[in-house]
């Protein structure tokens, strides 16, 4: 809206409140922290007291050691985005949120699954594996062990694939995300 | 020096003139460090009390209140005040003691995980880790409770570091990376809005506590008297606009008037300043200002569109936003006749329904003519506080205050017994005003071992007891709502002898019964010296009305 339209003849029909809104996708916030006590509580902490249910949660050093960075995913479908962001921003240790737009950023996950592999189906397993590029972490008499990067999507397609033969155990980090190019994330 | 009389340095760096507490072993060096310090210090008899009367001592002269108190149980007890101070943004430290940094995690004597437990209500928390931290970390909680929307901060000291030798630098700037408070409003949001009022034909100003908080009632009144635009508070709000003004509609909300509610309810522009659309002001969400259109301007982002979604949210100081709001919308020259009719109507709502009752026809006080009572006898001048209850709501109607921080209590989350330790506060920082009390007779129960405070301190406190011998909220509930099954709620029979509990503490003590000399009773209350705990018997079963029955529309108002 330009300064003319500010200043010139308005009704109060054309204003539209535009917040709050749902936006039916998964959300990508990168937080960068400052590593204090509680900082990771406090992230938690207050996701489950506004009721906001976090999907994924990973967190490590960043190239400052002064600095962590939190890398959660939330369901824009059940909660407004907007909100969880500002009450995040509320938080004193959180120095910069980033709700990373699916084009601009890259993705990774790793997951790691123990898999029932004896005999005949050991050959079968290893194809698929080897379509995911997946690697063999753990080679046992009864089960391997296989470890997978990637996006949630493709994790969450090799669980499809893997599961009729005996999934034992899995275990995933949840994703981590970067921007790309020159712009920080 | 040893990091407790750095402490002692850091609050005199702040100014801060007066502490509350109550010591324990684990702030036992801190309290070594009061001892020839120099800082007024006001032992409290309960923690609870003492984070109170800091957050009385806050609201009523606007500065950072202080309170102490030592680890696992002090800690505990301060609980209470710490959420109450976060839900109503008041700006106290509370610095607790901690067990040995050896003990920590052990269940050791008196441990308890104070950082933990009050993470959800603090505005922030400090846990000193190395003593040298302390002085940056305390300059830092005065910081971060003072600026933007203030709230509690809390700083955990375990007892071994807070002996440590430390070198102490004297400085009060603070460096933290992640909190910046945004005190302007944006220019453009600010024109629209005023270009939005100067279109409006059924505005409303609504204004809570913030609009107290920063100290903008000058700029508040001055926009509603530039466009003739009417005025509600909320509970937190009151006194930010005169009680007295031919625009003033009232309060809004539960127990709010006929006229704020109504005009909410039918307004098609609502001017949202320093409040937060609670539950108690919307009822029905669905149903609320169903016509309206709003502004809201806040200094907290996160409370834009929480609940009630803004069509021009303005962030920031509401002091800056008000007064540079009215200069744009003076720019506009408005028809200020656009407004005849529907002022006409509020006008016919507040000539139809003043809030009103009938009156006993003997001498039996009813509850609000005790309040109508007290402000003829002290000329409505006194800073009040109050507990929570049916009395508080009758003191926040009847009442009628003409100026900010004059009335203080615990709104957002509705503590008993939060009167008498906040006029401790109250007092201590308002020498020269009277202060009196309108205090539950089952609220006072709960943090009654203040008196001893009281007289300790020679506080002039007047506490007046609206004594209907019942939890009276609560029976107004059982009896509007659960088919008068009165579950305990009685408080009769097993109530102190109040008169005999003042002499007991050493103050005086007098109950009064009559309707009739009821005011000029008051007066003389008032007229003696030092604190008085006045016991005023009133009728028993009265409610407290009009009332929006919870989860109802405004429309839908009973009593
Ligand atoms: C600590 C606490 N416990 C319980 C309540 C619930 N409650 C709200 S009002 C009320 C009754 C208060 O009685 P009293 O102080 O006598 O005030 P009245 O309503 O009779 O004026 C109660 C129990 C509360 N607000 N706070
Ligand atoms: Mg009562």
């Known amino acids: 809206m330009n300064e003319q339209e500010i200043t010139g003849p308005m009704s109060l029909e054309s204003l539209q409140a535009s917040v709050g ?6 959300h990508i916030l990168t937080i960068l922290v400052e590593n204090k006590p509680g900082v990771l509580s406090r992230v938690a902490g207050l996701f489950a007291r506004r009721g906001f249910n976090i999907d ?12 962590s960075r939190i890398t959660l995913t939330v369901d824009g479908a059940v909660h407004p985005i907007d909100q969880v962001t500002k009450q995040l921003h509320k938080l004193i240790n959180v120095i910069k949120i980033r709700d990373l737009e699916p084009g601009e950023a890259v993705q990774r996950e790793l997951a790691m699954f123990k898999i029932d592999a004896d005999g005949a189906r050991r050959a079968e397993v290893l194809q698929i594996v080897e379509i995911f590029r997946g690697k063999i972490v753990d080679l046992g008499q009864l089960t391997i062990v296989v470890e997978i990067t990637g996006t949630s999507e493709k994790i969450e397609a090799f669980e499809q694939m893997i599961r009729p033969f005996g999934l034992v155990e899995m275990a995933r980090t949840g994703e981590i995300a970067i921007s790309r190019g020159g712009t920080e994330t | 020096m040893r990091a407790v009389d750095a402490l002692m340095e850091c609050l005199k760096a702040e100014d801060v003139e007066v502490v509350f507490g109550l010591p324990g072993g684990a702030n036992l060096p801190t309290y070594d460090a009061f001892y020839d310090a120099g800082i007024r210090h006001v032992l409290v008899r309960h923690e609870a009390g003492g984070g109170h009367a800091a957050e009385g001592y806050a609201k009523a002269t606007g500065r950072v209140a202080v309170c102490f108190g030592t680890s696992g149980p002090g800690a505990t007890n301060l609980v209470t005040p710490i959420c109450d101070a976060m839900m109503d943004s008041v700006p106290v430290v509370f610095i607790t003691g901690q067990v040995r940094t050896d003990l920590l995690g052990t269940d050791g004597f008196q ?15 400090f846990m000193v880790q190395d003593a040298q931290d302390l002085p940056a970390m305390i300059h830092e909680a005065f910081h971060i409770a003072r600026t933007g929307r203030p709230g509690p901060v809390l700083v955990d000291i375990p007892v071994d ?8 630098l004297p400085r009060t700037e603070v460096e933290l990376p992640g909190y910046q408070p945004i005190i302007e409003g944006n220019q453009r949001q600010i024109r629209l809005a005023a270009n939005a009022l100067a279109h409006s034909r059924r505005p409303v100003l609504y204004a809570g506590g913030g609009v107290i908080s920063a100290e903008a009632s000058a700029e508040l009144i001055a926009l509603a008297h530039a466009g003739s635009f009417p005025v509600t508070c909320t509970l937190m709000g009151l006194g930010a606009f005169p009680a007295t003004d031919p625009q003033w509609l009232g309060m809004l909300g539960m127990h709010g008037t006929r006229a704020a509610n109504y005009s909410m309810d039918e307004a098609d522009l609502i001017v949202c300043i320093g409040a937060r659309f609670d539950d108690r002001i919307t009822g029905k969400l669905d149903e609320f200002a169903p016509h309206a259109k709003f502004i809201h301007i806040d200094v907290d982002p996160a409370e834009i569109s929480k609940n009630v979604p803004a069509h021009i949210p303005i962030v920031g100081d509401a002091k800056n936003i008000l007064s540079r709001l009215l200069g744009e919308y003076r720019a506009t020259e408005a028809d200020p006749a656009r407004l005849d009719e529907w002022l006409e109507r509020i006008q016919a709502w507040k000539d139809k329904y003043p809030l009103s009752f009938a009156d006993s026809e003997d001498s039996e006080i009813k509850p609000q003519f005790m309040i109508q009572a007290l402000h003829e006898a002290t000329g409505g001048e006194a800073i009040v506080t109050s507990d929570v209850g049916q009395h508080q709501m009758w003191t926040a109607q009847h009442y009628g205050f003409p100026a900010p921080r004059r009335w203080i209590n615990s709104g957002g989350l509705g503590t008993m ?3 008498l330790p906040a006029a401790i506060g109250a007092q201590i920082g308002c020498p020269d005003q009277m202060v009196v009390v309108v205090a539950g007779d089952g609220s006072l129960q709960m943090n009654s071992q203040e008196f001893a405070t009281v007289v300790q301190e020679g506080l002039p406190i007047k506490v007046f007891i609206l004594n209907n011998g019942f939890l009276g909220m609560v029976r107004q509930w059982q009896e509007m709502f659960w088919d008068n099954r009165y579950s305990h709620v009685d408080l009769r029979e097993h109530s102190p002898d109040w008169v005999k509990l003042a002499d007991a503490y050493g103050m005086k003590g007098v109950q009064l019964t009559q309707k009739e000399s ?8 008032l007229a003696m010296d030092g604190p008085v705990l006045c016991d005023v018997l009133v009728s028993r079963e009265e409610n407290t009305f009009p009332m929006i029955p919870a989860g109802a529309a405004a429309r839908d108002m009973v009593g």
């Open chain 1, 21 to 26: 809104v749902r936006t039916g996708r998964t």
């Open chain 2, 111 to 125: 441990e308890a995980d104070t950082m933990g437990m009050t993470l959800p209500m603090v505005k922030h928390s």
């Open chain 1, 56 to 67: 994924t949660l990973a967190v490590g050093p960043t190239e400052d050691p002064d600095f």
């Open chain 2, 161 to 168: 570091l807070s002996k440590d030798d430390i070198e102490y």
């Open chain 2, 417 to 419: 017994g939060f009167g």
């Open chain 2, 518 to 525: 009821l005011v000029e009773d008051m007066k003389a209350v």
